[in-house]
């Protein structure tokens, strides 16, 4: 029923915002303009094919200093890499968006790309698999191969820019599939992981369980949520909470403390005795799922945290 739930909120929510859209996001609503003019409506597109239109919209309308094409094995993606803008370089957060959408969505990914450099953090958002067929979570299963492959072009474009210092940032699906990355690949180099408006699925596959991912986690954790956001996200929060406080006594019984050991509080004896490293958990009071309105917050809350549990950490510059 909560996934039920979930889902009909997500479509009136969609459709609200579908509606609200004007030329604050040109982007989506340039998207939308062309697949009418092909004659396809976004519930008619072929997997693959709303995130080809993606990607060629964005090649016209990002700043093309900005873009990126990444490669995996298999495939190629675009990303929009922005660099740090204050000198003293931090790190570099790789975000990952909400699902169905694309790297600089109006709503949290743009706003985050485009702040976190103004606190040291360079930014690169990535194209993720996008099938829209219905905005069921389930039509999502068997994307989680290429979504860790994407990553992983992720991680290894931030080495090579010599910026070693790697968080994870995720929206909505997105900070679901970048917690199954990490709880599936070991030695991922990840520093930390900030999920955004995370949901709980009651179907899918087993990757989608952002509660068992959480229990799994060993580095510094910030779930982020709004008071209106969606009931699969409000009504877990404390079981996420729950969640974490299993994985830091797991970490601390077995001395798995690598990750934990990045973060400032992880210094205090109190914090590892009682196996809740790192892990804060924060409402944003008025805040929906698109946090509209309260980017400023967000983005501050963010920087906050990344500066205090992860800053400055194996950066090569």
Known sequence: MAYLAHISERAHHTSKQRCQRSCAAVIALFALTTLCSSGLTLAETA???????????????????????????????????????????????ILLHDMGTHPDWPDVIAPLRQSLPQHGWATLSIQLPVIEKDGQVSNYAGTLTSVSARIRAAIKHFRDLGNSNIVLLGHGLGAAMGAAFLTSNEDNGVAAFVGISMPTYQDGEAWMDLLKSIEKFNLPMLDVYGSNDFASVTQYADKRAQAARRGGLRATRTKQLTGFNRSATAKGAFSKEGGFITYRKFQIVGANHSFRGHEHTLSKRIAGWLKRHAGGNGIQK
């Open 47 to 93: 997997p693959g094919t709303q995130e080809a239109a993606w990607s060629e919209i964005l090649t016209k309308s990002a700043d093309s200093n900005e873009i990126n094409w990444l490669n995996t094995p298999d495939e190629k993606f675009i990303t929009l890499y922005r660099d740090d803008s204050t000198g003293t370089l931090q790190g570099g957060v």
